[in-house]
């Protein structure tokens, strides 16, 4: 009998079904696409390979980089440029992120850097958190709340709303403070204040960049674990969905109709049960990728690229990556030519169109609505024809409506443990060696 069925060959499913089975487990790993990976995959526009989604991994655990170092990749791990990003006001201003934040929350509200985006009367404002006494704010329920109370407005409607709500996809009224800025409203109470508890937050972070990268891409995790399955000999079986998780076997159909019932000792799964799924509407975000040839962004205008207000009218694009600039080694292999992914927010009713790679025609609706809006992002007209390769990818979910998993079936991936793979990789791992000592 098999010992695990892993469900699902995303990168969760990749990372346990390889330290299961190098740990001298039978395992089969189903998937229902024809391809492993999950959403971390590749797609070539203007002839350069590139990522079509997660192009970075954050440091605050070592979980990615360790197992980066594992897959023999430890020598192409990159930081992103340093000259970081800037953002787009709700009024349509634009300027850098202040050096010194944390999701957009200043350490240092006097600073130039800060006053230039919320103004004199915003960062005098924002000073007040100085005076005020600790306690102030600190039973705030919302990230939103706390900021609004300690300093004002300006700070939360400039500076954490396109930043902490770009990061987490909504409004901070809606954040938990304690999720998303785990230790802030202790430090809060500790300093006296929230500016010296975001310095206090930032010291203890570990040194170096918030986020790294690899050099090719971070698809190459995925081809490192793609090839290990062979290596330590896991049963993968592509175009095989499973229908049916149960806490001892997995009902799977194959392409063909086939059905199939897999029992196991142990089963592992990083998608949401099948039975209890329903397809609600999502919304999702819709990937632009423009390469061109446009000398102008040689001296990177906007950083590593722009965030944008929400309620910004300028542009629609929720942000855009200067991905050339962000990755020294991609300016290398694109020649010269500029790479630049623009998000848009989307409804998808139909998710299946999902992860596919389109060609864009810059005339079309879609190719000149990116490229007017990457020419107002990076104050640089960038004209149809400097463009030698463009596409569109949708994403949508995760499914937050569906129920979890039925009892004794270990979850694992997003759907668990939250967006981001380095929380996903580190409980993947975990849930692993968990079964490999049970
Ligand atoms: C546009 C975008 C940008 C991102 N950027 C970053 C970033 O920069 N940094 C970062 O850390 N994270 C980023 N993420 C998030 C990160 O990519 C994901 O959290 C992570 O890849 C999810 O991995 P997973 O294995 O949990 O799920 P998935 O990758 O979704 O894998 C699940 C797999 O299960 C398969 N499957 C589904 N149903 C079944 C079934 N019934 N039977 C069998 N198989 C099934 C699917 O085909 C898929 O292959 C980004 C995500 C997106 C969409």
């Known amino acids: 009998m098999t010992d695990v069925v892993v469900v699902g060959g995303g990168i969760a499913g990749l990372v346990t079904a390889r330290d299961l089975a190098k740990g001298g487990a039978n395992v089969v790993l189903v998937e229902a696409s024809g391809v492993l990976g999950g959403m971390i995959r590749r797609h070539t526009v203007g002839g350069i390979d590139l990522d ?16 980066a170092i594992e897959l023999g990749l430890g020598n192409d791990v990159v930081a992103p440029d340093p000259r970081g990003a800037w953002l787009m006001t709700r009024d349509g ?93 202790a430090a809060l109470l500790r300093e006296g204040s929230l500016a010296r508890a975001v310095l206090a937050l930032r010291a203890r972070a570990a040194a170096g960049t918030p986020v790294q990268g690899i050099r090719g891409g971070i698809a190459r995790l995925v081809d490192e674990l793609v090839a290990d399955m062979e290596t330590y000999r896991v049963d993968v079986r592509l175009h095989t969905r499973a229908t049916r998780i149960e806490a001892h076997a997995v009902d799977v159909v194959s392409a063909d109709g086939t059905v199939d019932r897999l029992p196991a000792q142990h089963t592992l799964s990083s998608v949401p049960d099948p039975e209890r799924t ?30 944008v207000h929400p309620d910004a009218q300028a542009v629609s694009a929720k942000a855009l990556t200067h991905a050339t600039v962000k990755w020294p080694w991609l300016a290398d292999v694109a020649g010269g030519r500029h790479v630049l992914r623009l998000s848009y927010a989307t409804t998808a009713t139909d998710p299946a169109g999902a992860a596919t790679s389109l060609p864009v025609d810059p005339a079309d609706s879609v190719g000149s609505r990116a490229l007017q809006d990457a020419s107002t992002l990076l104050g640089v007209p960038i004209a149809a024809d400097r463009v030698s390769g463009a596409a569109r990818v949708g994403w949508y979910g995760p499914d937050l409506t569906a129920p979890g998993l039925a009892e004794g079936v270990a979850g694992i991936g997003e759907a668990t443990s939250g967006r981001g793979l380095a929380g996903i990789i580190a409980a993947a791992r975990k849930t692993a060696g968990q079964i490999l000592h049970s």
């Not at 440091?59 to 197992?67: C, K, N, P, Q």
């Not at 975000?285 to 040689?298: A, H, S």
């Open 52 to 67: 079509m989604a997660a192009d970075s991994f954050a440091t605050r655990t070592d979980a990615v980089g360790s197992l």
């Open 93 to 185: 201003r634009t300027a850098p992120i202040p050096a010194t934040g944390l999701l957009g929350i200043p350490s240092t509200p006097m600073a130039a850097d800060v006053l230039a985006v919320v103004g004199q009367k915003g960062g005098l404002r924002a000073q007040m958190d100085s005076l005020l006494p600790g306690p102030v704010g600190a039973k705030a329920e919302s990230l939103g709340e706390l900021v609004r109370r300690r300093m004002g407005e300006r700070v939360l409607d400039d500076l954490v709303v396109p930043i902490a709500g770009g990061v987490h996809s909504t409004h901070p009224d809606h954040l938990d403070p304690e999720r998303v800025a785990p230790g802030l409203r």
């Open 278 to 307: 329903t397809a609600p509407d999502r919304t999702g975000i819709e990937l632009v990728t423009l390469v061109v040839d446009q000398p102008e962004l040689d001296a990177a205008p906007r950083g590593t690229g722009m965030l």
